[in-house]
């Protein structure tokens, strides 16, 4: 699999420092998107968190994430987290190096006590130092949160200038494109106390560095109680690579309630899954695969979207009226932009491959974000989507009412679409996932095709 190189360049390495006037937790900026362009090291927020060891915990988790390969652990993991800054929130977002674990703290504004919050985008410095203070945090006094350099041109000059460079697979930057896809299709299923979510988190297997998460467990929503089951009967929500979950259990000490949210239903099979940690001032996300082996990378979610043939145009037309929103209302937008709501929609997918797109479960919403990093061509990260512009180019496609062969001679295979718009095809990829990774190439040629024959008829 391909990757980028993604350079961090800090002008000091992020710490919690004390001094007579208390304790701080300065995280430091690379270089990230604003409202007037890229800056190097750009600065959102400087006062106060206003339930600091919750925040610290939370933050720990985003930060365990980010460190860690859920399968095949023994591999080392090292993406900075990034956070954007919406005005009135502050949202920390990481992966895991397997790219199947997406985590997400939220800081609202009942969160932050200080200045205004700005805008923009950028990696913040996460470091083993750091990661170890976070751990000891504690008790109820205040705790300063600085977001952004301080002083730039005494650190610059002192030499705690900090770079750092790690691979950035192609997948991760896909893996945030489908999660955002995902997550707009999940419901919420189940919420618990914090005590009851502890007690089935307790109840999984531990991960560990030898065992990875391999577990499959399901549990079934009664009441404000989760009970395990063994198998997805009827109303279960399905917990893959259970493992992953553990991490959360520190975080449940603070927490004042647990939502689960997952497909309305996984038809049996495994499904993925999200958990969200209502704390107070913030809320902690962690969204999983289909299984620990399985990252979101290839589900395939977006690419009905990018195949669409006046998506890349709308979503040209919808970036110009993203300014860092925490909330993007499809229907406010769809208005400004004079597009229907499912036009909106492939859009923001699209806008999603490059980074620019996130969703809140909580808030049932969209928001703008920008990563800090070269998301390069949407078209060039998903072979599938490439495969199908190239069949259509060469003319393989032929269109039968509902049918449609795709490929030369004995290579050809029948696309079938049945009532409900539902697609199928007798290709070996299409046999293996039935459709659960998304559409194959053959699929999305034929609808590219009929898209436009459709588009010349009107």
Known sequence: MSSLTQSYAYLDASAVRESASGRSLALETSGGATPVGEEANPRFFNGFLTAPAAAATALLAVADVAATRYHRPRSAASLDPVVTASGDRLRMESFSGCC???????????????????????NVDINVPLRQALARLGGLDPLRLRVGPEGVAATTLDGRFVEKKAPLPQRWLRGFAEAQVLGAGFVPRAE??????????????????????????????????LRPVSRPVPGAVCLPGAERLTGLIPVLRHATGVRLYAPATAGGEDAAVAWEVALPGMRLTLLLSRSASRGFSGEGGVLDDLATGTAERDARRLAELLAWEAELDVSVLSGQAGLAPGRVRAALTVLGASGQIGYDLAEEAYF??????????AEARNPRLRGARALVAEGTVRLDGALAWVGKDDHAHMVRVDGTGRASCTCPWWGRHRGGRGPCKH????????????????
């Not at 199947?100 to 950028?122: E, I, Q, W």
């Open 100 to 122: 199947g674990v997406y985590a997400r703290l939220d800081v609202l504004a009942p969160g932050l006590d200080g200045d205004d919050v700005g805008h923009g985008t950028t």
């Open 192 to 225: 618990v106390p914090p005590a009851q979510a502890a007690a089935a988190l307790r109840s999984l297997p531990r991960f560990t560095l030898t065992s990875g998460a391999r577990t499959t467990r399901w549990v079934v929503p009664e009441g404000h109680t």
């Open 368 to 377: 703008h974000r920008h990563l800090p990093c070269a998301a390069g061509d």
């Open 443 to 458: 699929v999305l040629a034929a609808r590219m095709v009929r898209d436009t024959a459709k588009g010349s008829e009107r």
